[in-house]
């Protein structure tokens, strides 16, 4: 192997402790290293060891890179922070970002951890599209903002108005008071001391929020010490980081923990580069992405599964893309969905026609409420799936649940609850305090948990046939999406108390108009009821019958949906994975009618 792309992971050590009640307690007994009270300390420590390195890059109005180093960002920060400060926010009156990932929300976030003054970045879909204001007037009830920040005040100005008075409201243009326009504010450069011992363990960096299926957002606290600790761990597993500081290129939004914690928080701890993707893995965004990888080589990827899917298949075509990614990429992470098998074959032929090795590709697994890194890679997989064991100083429990294990978390990065929701925090966490995360896992090898898990659906989405028979929700729906390959973006298992097991199909339709021999601008119903497409449905069916033994494993029914998911009703994330509750819930209907045979172009074998 290349010594310039070697890649060296922290060693893990479990303690594997077997309960009288059939639980397995795993604890990785290395300890991350110490982490600082704050991490706006490592802003401060990279200012001045490397000033002029680019901490931050984003595209300006020319398409051209507009870039901040450390000391500029510290020098803009203390500004914005001194502003704050006069505008007595607490955890009681926190600041809340209404606006996408650029440099000017980082600066106002960063600010507010110097300021110690707790904030949120907020999906900005809950300000711009009509149907999700009334999530935002959810917002308001539980964090009670004491001031806003937004990019452009003429297109936030409902949100703003439904938030905050007029005068608090920070913006980077069309402000709705001249005396907070942000330029102004950092231009001023005022200054404001921070001492190391402001900032305790406890205290409230900032609320993330989550929905689940409900659609009903919950502030889940973050703490100084789950963000520092969360990062210490993940660089201790991601050792070579250390040897180098990473390049990021990444879109994933700041309002989602993987985006704004584990990524920007990955870049400022260890002195790397943080280039801001204003694409997305979406069709009509995805060219910004292809734009920035070919100028920009990233050193760690991140990304949904989706995206990683446009990835492979612009790189299979575009030289020019692929040589920029792979020059030197050292590590690949997913998360947010199953991998398919085709998307990450493809990805390792890629990499060894570009650097002739196969570049380590790893999933990740956590959420809002760990921070979000809790499980760490030990080894190279040649499939997709293995999380790896228990992050460094996380105690894992597992409780038997059939075939597999609940998984229950507790360590420095596990949250402490959920703001101003007392019922949900206590039902959260069981009686030894280990977080109920609500997802079950299954051994690569039970006598050997050094091999890892595999994530095995969320309990929650698990359903009985009416034959009694348990159907594990997450392993059906990765086995179906792999044995699709390219037709489905994904599917949603139905069957609750039916005799079989049905799939709605979320379609890929380039993919199926390829399949059919037609031009995928046509309609797409045309496609979706052809008879090549129909037939190559029922043949990948078939065979995956045939490699199943379980009526609670095989798909009976297929039917294509091709309609607009809905953002505001939970169907899906601003990540663009799909939530197969909200759907259900929401398409309950369509689901009765699938099983009562009374829709058109159904496929069923």
Request: proline letters at 5%; charged letters at 25%; glycine letters at 6%.
């Amino acid at each position: 192997m290349n010594n310039s792309r070697k890649v060296n992971f922290g060693i893990p050590k479990l303690e594997v402790l077997h309960q009288n009640d059939g639980s397995i307690i795993i604890k990785n007994i290395i300890t991350p290293d110490e982490w600082p009270s704050n991490i706006i300390l490592k802003l401060m420590h990279w200012s001045t060891k490397t000033p002029e390195t680019i901490f931050l890059a984003q595209r300006n109005h020319s398409n051209l890179w507009e870039k901040i180093s450390y000391m500029e960002t510290l020098k803009k920060v203390k500004s914005i922070a001194y502003f704050l400060l006069n505008h007595r926010l607490s955890e009681k009156r926190p600041l809340l970002i209404l606006s996408g990932n650029d440099i000017n929300h980082a600066l106002v976030a960063l600010a507010c951890l110097y300021s110690k003054i707790p904030y949120s970045s907020i999906s900005p879909a809950y300000s711009l599209f009509e149907d999700d204001l009334d999530r935002l007037g959810k917002i308001k009830e539980i964090l009670s903002p004491g001031f806003v920040f937004a990019d452009d005040g003429k297109k936030f100005q409902k949100a703003i108005s439904k938030l905050v008075p007029e005068n608090k409201a920070l913006v980077a243009k069309n402000p709705l008071n001249e005396n907070y326009l942000i330029n102004k504010i950092v231009n001023q450069n005022l200054d404001v001391d921070l001492k190391k011992a402001d900032t305790k363990p406890n205290d409230i960096a900032k609320f993330l929020f989550t929905s689940g299926s409900t659609g009903t957002p919950k502030a889940v606290i973050q703490t100084h010490q789950m963000l520092c600790s969360n990062i210490s761990m993940a660089t201790k597993a991601y050792e070579f980081i250390k040897e180098e500081p990473p390049v990021l290129v990444d879109w994933m939004p700041w309002s989602h923990v993987a985006g704004g914690n584990k990524a920007f928080n990955l870049a400022l701890y260890n002195g790397g580069t943080f280039y801001i993707d204003n694409g997305s893995p979406n069709p009509n965004d995805f060219a910004k992405t292809v734009k920035n990888l070919t100028d920009i080589g990233p050193t760690w990827y991140f990304n949904v599964p989706k995206g990683y899917e446009l990835l492979v298949t612009e790189m299979s075509k575009n030289t020019l893309l692929a040589k920029s990614f792979f020059k030197r990429i050292k590590l690949l992470v997913y998360s947010g969905a199953s991998m398919p098998n085709h998307v990450f074959k493809q990805m390792e032929k890629l990499s060894v026609e570009y650097t002739g090795e196969k570049i380590f590709f790893s999933a990740a697994y956590g959420a809002s409420e760990t921070a979000p890194m809790t499980t760490m890679p030990t080894y190279r997989c040649n499939f997709p799936g293995n999380i790896g064991v228990p992050q460094f100083g996380t105690e894992m429990k597992l409780i038997p649940f059939g075939d597999k294990f609940e998984v229950r978390l507790k360590g420095p990065h596990i949250t402490p609850g959920y703001w101003k929701d007392e019922i949900q925090t206590l039902k959260s966490f069981d009686k030894d305090g280990f977080f109920k995360i609500g997802d079950a896992l299954k051994f690569h090898d039970k006598s050997n948990p050094d091999l890892g898990f595999y994530f095995d659906g969320r309990l929650s989405e698990n359903f009985k046939l009416n034959t009694g028979t348990w159907v594990s929700v997450g392993a059906v729906r990765s086995k179906i999406l792999n044995a699709f390959g390219g037709i489905a973006n994904d599917v949603i298992i139905v069957g609750e108390d039916q005799e079989f097991l049905s799939a709605i199909i979320i379609p890929n339709i380039i993919n199926c108009a390829q399949i059919a021999k037609l031009d995928y601008s046509i309609n797409k119903q045309d496609i979706l009821s052809n008879i090549k497409l129909k037939n190559k449905i029922i043949k990948i069916l078939k065979d995956y019958k045939n490699k199943t033994e379980s009526k609670s494993q095989y798909i009976k029914r297929v039917i294509f949906f091709s309609h607009k998911l809905s953002r505001s009703k939970g169907e899906i994330t601003d990540k663009g994975s799909i939530n197969q509750m909200a759907f259900i819930l929401n398409r309950n209907s369509l689901v009765k009618k699938l099983y009562a045979n009374k829709l058109k172009n159904v496929i069923n074998i």
